[in-house]
């Protein structure tokens, strides 16, 4: 099957393109890029006004298979990928049971392949059950596919433990993706330690409980020579240490979220809107101007969710008893748009980077780019579309977003993977 899609602004900085031009595609993969092309026979698009970048990938994203599918599922959460304009996700271990298997890596490929529309690449967790103390089936999973490890929804505790599977994970050149927490300072804390726990009564989640952790990895890091990628950081000296580790030449990468950019502390206002009730939490502003610089100087490696789908009825209750978590996937996109790309903070070229390229090499997933020979995933983006944030437009079974009412301008419109497409005009294909 051909595809040509006409005349869009075609952007991708790992092949230095940014130039008006055409792509054709044919068998799921870029068979030319450039000015005037033709085809016998296919389907024909005009992308006038649009932008073609190398398909989106969100790294770090709960679809919550099995076992919460109250929450998410596989094919809800890949629809709602598609819905923002991502090709593939990275899936958290962090369901019932946890994926620390082979068995487990497979169940989440299988159903991917049969029900989902984006690709998934799955994260294995890196102890049994996310206990902290034994160390999971890495090898096995390795062999099945994960691509690489974290125990998010909780940091390794232990620096012997943590030791362990980065040194294992190292053998096989796979990443180490760390939630810092240490639990024992975070204990209880539910908002971030300072005017927000001050102002609402409620216990501190303090930033050290992330950077102490941050700090222990990077160290480990340069023990074991494993990859490490600290995952959705949030605080400006967690991202000095992260900054001074690459200075150093360390293997270390950082993702952040959208919501820890855009969003800080004070934005829990007077309501305790559980959907603010983020692990770790919302900082302040001085972390989130931090957070921004990070991402325009190449400190930040990518942007991620932490599509972290909870129902109604578990966010609906006391701001201590609410669940911690996010969804993300359908408005990430935009809200880079239109807060970084828009007003001339980054580059098309970064947000590919941070959004698409990033994410592969971190994840050791093959590249994708705008040249012959790719395979053919590819997000179309038109960049005036203004919307407004409105939960009945979400595809993901959960409306726990913390930007509801968000006027924002620029949106995914259509979403090649493989070079069929799973978003047409704005509405995920069936
Ligand atoms: N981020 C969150 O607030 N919640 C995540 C867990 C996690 O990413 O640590 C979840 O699984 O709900
Ligand atoms: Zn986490
Ligand atoms: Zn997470």
């Known amino acids: 099957m051909a595809l040509l899609l006409k005349n869009a602004q075609v952007i991708d900085p790992q092949v230095g393109l940014n130039e008006t031009a055409d792509i054709l595609v044919r068998d799921g993969k870029i068979v030319e890029i450039g000015a005037n092309l033709t085809m016998e026979k296919g389907i024909e698009r005009d992308l006038s006004g649009k932008i073609v970048v190398p398909g989106l990938v969100d790294m770090h994203v709960h679809l919550r298979e099995p076992g919460y599918e109250l929450k998410e599922d596989i094919a809800s959460g890949t629809r709602a990928a598609a819905h923002g304009g991502f090709t593939a996700v990275c899936c958290m271990p962090n369901t019932k049971p946890v994926v620390d298997n082979a068995l487990g890596v497979e169940y989440v490929q299988a159903r991917a392949a049969a029900v989902g529309k984006c690709r998934v690449h799955v994260a294995g967790a890196c102890s049994q059950g996310l206990g902290g103390e034994t160390l999971s089936e890495m090898g096995d999973m390795v062999a099945h596919g994960a691509v690489a490890f974290t125990d998010d929804g909780r940091g390794v505790q232990g620096a012997g433990m943590m030791r362990r599977v980065m040194d294992y994970a190292a053998q096989f050149d796979r990443v180490v993706m760390s939630h810092c927490q240490d639990e024992d300072l975070v204990g209880e804390g539910q908002v971030n330690e300072g005017v927000a726990s001050t102002r609402l009564g409620i216990l501190g989640w303090p930033a050290e409980g992330e950077e102490i952790q941050i700090a222990r ?183 726990n977003s913390g930007f509801i009412g968000a006027e924002l301008t620029g949106r995914a419109t259509d979403v090649y993977v493989g070079g069929y497409a799973t978003m047409e005009n704005g509405v995920v294909v069936e």
């Not at 990077?218 to 990628?229: F, K, V």
């Not at 150093?248 to 950082?254: D, H, K, N, S």
């Not at 603010?276 to 400190?299: C, F, M, S, Y």
């Open 217 to 399: 990895d990077i160290a480990l890091c340069r023990l074991t020579g494993c990859p490490l990628h600290i995952q959705h950081l949030t605080t400006a000296r967690g991202l000095e240490l992260v900054r001074a580790a690459k200075a150093e030449g360390l293997p270390v990468t950082c993702e952040v979220t959208p919501h820890h950019l855009f969003l800080t502390e004070d934005a829990i206002g007077d309501e305790y809107n559980t959907f603010l009730k983020v692990n770790p939490p919302l900082r302040t502003a001085e972390d989130a101007a931090a957070l921004i610089e990070g991402v325009k100087d190449g400190t930040v490696d990518a942007i991620a969710t932490d599509h972290a789908p909870h129902s109604d009825f578990e966010k609906d209750r006391e701001f201590e008893l609410a669940p911690f978590g996010m969804i993300g996937l359908e408005t990430s996109l935009s809200l880079v748009i239109t807060n970084l790309v828009a007003p001339g903070i980054i580059s098309w070229e970064r947000a590919v980077e941070l959004m698409s390229a990033n994410p592969r090499a971190i994840l050791r997933v093959e590249r994708v780019a705008l040249e012959p020979g790719s395979v053919a995933d590819l997000t179309v983006i038109d960049p005036e579309a203004a919307w407004t944030v409105d939960a009945a437009d979400f595809l993901s079974k959960a409306a």
